[in-house]
């Protein structure tokens, strides 16, 4: 069971707001990506998201996302990101489980209907293609609305014996208690989270939610993900 975050991609230049005090490309976090703020003012973030999703084109994925695409290849995975972008497909990953949705698709306010638009401007698919309703927006999940993947969050941690938590703060999804769910954990991350680590005295760290700490970006991190997980397995 693999649970990223924004550092899995932050090494292929997809900017993230929890660094920068609130802000995603300079733009109030709360403005657009939240209910209140798409009830307020939907062109602001309608252009909000035409311009992530043509910022998007030009990506590539990282050696964390190549690396991924080969533990697909060996193993059974429930490979659940909170990233909205595509670079894990990009490398190649088949089974992806998008948990607050994707920048590169649209959905149909009427009826549901999800469909792909690459790298195009909304405004440049303004019909639904399912049933013709002009009621549609992104397909990214807000702040203040359900997140109906997560239903698989429970599913994968049935069906899994290994978890592993890339690049997330802990502060969206809380990956301490899906650690406790496993006997072997492995937490890859650059720098101690406050929600994920706890702290012992005099300063020293005790990691007492994951079994395994590596402290490390995503793309430096793999070669020792792999090793611990040929040692488990």
């Known amino acids: 069971m693999i649970v990223s975050g924004a550092g899995l991609s932050a090494q292929s230049g997809i900017k993230t707001f929890r660094d920068h005090d609130g802000l995603w490309e300079n733009y109030d976090v709360m403005q657009v990506c939240s209910t209140q703020g798409w009830e307020a003012d939907r062109d602001l973030v309608t252009q909000f998201y035409n311009a ?3 910022d998007l ?3 590539k994925p ?3 996302h190549f690396a991924l695409a080969e533990l697909e290849k060996k193993y059974t995975l429930y490979n659940l990101t909170q990233n909205v972008d595509n670079l894990l497909e990009k490398a190649g ?32 698919h303004d019909v639904c293609p399912s ?8 397909n990214v999940v807000m702040f203040g609305e359900a997140a109906p993947e997560y239903r698989r969050i429970y599913e994968a941690i ?7 938590a890339i690049g997330t703060s802990g502060q969206v999804i809380d990956i301490v208690p899906i650690a406790s769910e496993f006997t072997h954990s492995i937490l890859i991350n650059p720098k101690r989270e406050e929600y994920v680590t706890s702290f012992g005295s005099h300063d020293k760290y005790i990691d007492e939610y994951f079994s395994h700490f590596i402290q490390k970006n995503a793309g430096e991190a793999m070669d020792e993900l792999f090793e611990i997980i040929e040692g488990l397995t």
């Open 57 to 59: 084109e030009d990506k």
């Open 158 to 164: 049935e069906a899994c014996d290994i978890f592993v």
């Open 62 to 64: 990282n050696p964390a």
């Open 131 to 138: 049933c013709e309703s002009e009621h549609i927006r992104h």
């Open 52 to 54: 992530r999703r043509k």
């Open 93 to 124: 990953c088949q089974e992806v489980i998008h948990l607050h949705g994707t920048l590169t698709d649209l959905r149909c306010e009427e009826c549901g209907h999800v469909w792909n638009v690459e790298y195009d401007a909304q405004g440049e």
